[in-house]
């Protein structure tokens, strides 16, 4: 099925359809004890990957899924013509400390969780362009390095409420080139920032899926396609409660996604009744993208998958000032080849 292509929209087409050729992730043992974990590249056998601090923990991590994304892609370093790529540090440390180790021009990138969409966007969109031939879009985050920012040190033993969610101790990247096999990327939908007045910052879920439904509704208009396009619809790091507050969403506005929707955050652990709401954290949507979803796709499984990874974006400042929380969600087009044929 040839998708139409609107004039008007909040949707970019790459006519010359930038390929993913080729992924790295790197997770904890916590969330390679899932289903996901059969596809990550590296499991770590602990959440410190050998650092003195979680925060170089997690930059460590984000160094080794670029290198592996470069390394399977066969390219050396100096072919790879720009790194997009951000975390949920201040000031992005753990992607600004990451870049420096690579000498690879760098444009630093935060969309908090949707991070790993937008980096595939602005990546794809250069490459289109022929402004650059090969790019790595990559994001990560761990979950002690997060509580630490967000919310309470996890010294401090403060009691998690059932709506928290647990943020993912990972990192993906994914090398996208003019050239080559693999998915390619057939558009992009940039997102709006949505505020439904959240402002319970354990409450994640909730604060992202009016930003999530937004962005998707907005796609399947622009593009005149409907949820049984997609062989899945995936969205970044809603959780258990944040999934289902989407699919309400979304078929109020007259698509039912209920069939073919998944959340990174529902699948990445092994029983989400253990962690509750189930995963959070850029590295959420960066691990099961690159690994599970993308293996889906070069075996054929799957043909054509919408990725809308969700974005927090508040900070301590503005929740101890008692702002609510603004959100935002960016959805790309991956299909393969046999799928862009029709």
């Excluded at 402002?199 to 879920?205: K, L």
Aim: proline share 3%; net charge negative; glycine share 10%.
């Amino acid at each position: 099925m040839q998708l139409k292509k609107p004039a008007r929209g909040h949707t970019i087409y790459f006519k010359n359809m930038p390929k993913i050729t080729a992924t790295g992730t790197v997770a904890g043992p916590k969330e390679c004890a899932g289903i996901v974990g059969q596809y990550v590249d590296r499991a770590l056998e602990n959440d410190m990957f050998g650092e003195s601090t979680f925060e170089k923990a997690e930059c460590k991590m984000l160094r080794c899924a670029i290198d592996c994304a470069i390394e399977n892609a066969g390219l050396a370093r100096g072919r790879v013509d720009a790194l997009f790529s951000g975390d949920l540090l201040n000031q992005i440390i753990s992607a600004s400390f990451a870049a420096r180790d690579f000498e690879i021009p760098f444009l630093g990138v935060y969309s908090a969780c949707s991070t790993m969409s937008e980096s595939i966007m602005l990546a794809a969109a250069m490459v289109n362009a022929g402004y650059i031939k090969n790019a790595v879009a990559a994001t990560g985050s761990h979950f002690a390095s997060a509580e630490r920012q967000y919310r309470y040190p996890l010294e401090q033993g403060t009691t998690r409420p059932p709506q928290a969610q647990w943020t993912v101790t990972g990192a993906g990247a994914c090398v996208i080139s003019a050239r080559g096999g693999g998915a390619g990327i057939a558009n992009a939908t940039i997102g709006r920032v949505v505020d439904y007045g959240v402002t319970d910052v354990n409450n994640m879920g909730a604060a992202m899926a009016p930003a999530c439904a937004d962005t998707l509704v907005q796609h399947f208009r622009d593009t005149d396609t409907s949820p049984e396009d997609y062989d899945m619809i995936l969205s970044g790091d809603l959780g258990a409660l944040g999934s289902r507050i989407l699919k309400d969403l979304c078929w109020e506005k007259g698509f039912d996604i209920s069939c073919n929707h998944v959340d990174c955050g529902e699948i990445i652990y092994k029983v989400i009744e253990d962690e509750f709401q189930g995963g959070s954290g850029a590295g959420c949507s960066a691990v099961v993208f690159n690994s599970y979803v993308m293996s889906m796709l070069k075996s054929g499984l799957f043909r054509r998958v919408l990725f809308a990874a969700t974005g927090a974006l508040l900070s301590t400042v503005s929740s101890g000032q008692g702002e609510s929380i603004p959100c935002i969600s960016h959805a790309v087009q991956i299909e393969t080849q046999t799928a862009a044929r029709g």
